[in-house]
């Protein structure tokens, strides 16, 4: 195989996965883009091994990769107290994984076909997430300088169209709550909640997520 199809196929496959992970790193997901750039260029590496030296054992080999990149997936997942966040997240991954595979080996139709779909799907998320339909939820942290009374704090979370409190802790040593609500809402009505919060003298800091 020729230098420079080996460093095309390489230079799409990074181009390509940056544009995803940017995108899930400006959406501030538990991965950014270095991780989505090194999975899918570690799979098109080993496609392109397996193309020069394996041509006739590329399934299996795909197979191994598939199977090895659950981990990176796994920890793309974050545990609330009753709910688990970053499922899109690991699912692109181990599909760039195979992403990456399929550009390694030059089957740049499929490749390109499941990059396509991707983009279908983050697109379209967002756009349910613009219409509250669905799970999309966030996470509110809040902290506060005294002990505030909990009616008072959810009177300000009105904006928020459900939510559901995670846990709520005191310390009275040095006269601090921290609050964790999950809530959901639409991006403006979550950034007035924001604004209204940043008002009162009692909050020293919050955090969304």
Known sequence: MEILTIALRM???FLFSLLIGIERQRSHKP???????????????LGVFANINYPANEVALLASVVTGIGFLGAGALIKG???VFGFTTAATIWLFAIFGFMIGV???????TIYTLVWVV????????????????????????????????NKLLDYT???????ISINKEINEMQLSYLVQGTKEDLN???IDLFKQKWLKSSKIE
Do not use: C, P, W
Request: positive net charge.
């Open 106 to 112: 030059g089957d740049y139709v499929l490749g390109l």
């Open 81 to 83: 107290s009753d709910k």
């Open 192 to 194: 007035k909640m924001l």
């Open 11 to 13: 230079f799409v496959t």
């Open 122 to 153: 983050l697109i379209s998320d967002k756009y349910l997430e613009t219409k509250e339909i669905g799970s999309h939820q966030k996470k509110l942290t809040l902290v506060t300088n005294n002990i505030i009374d909990e009616e008072k704090i």
């Open 161 to 167: 169209k459900r939510r559901k409190v995670l846990s």
């Open 31 to 45: 991965v950014g883009f270095g991780t989505f750039i090194f999975v899918a260029l570690g799979a098109s590496a």
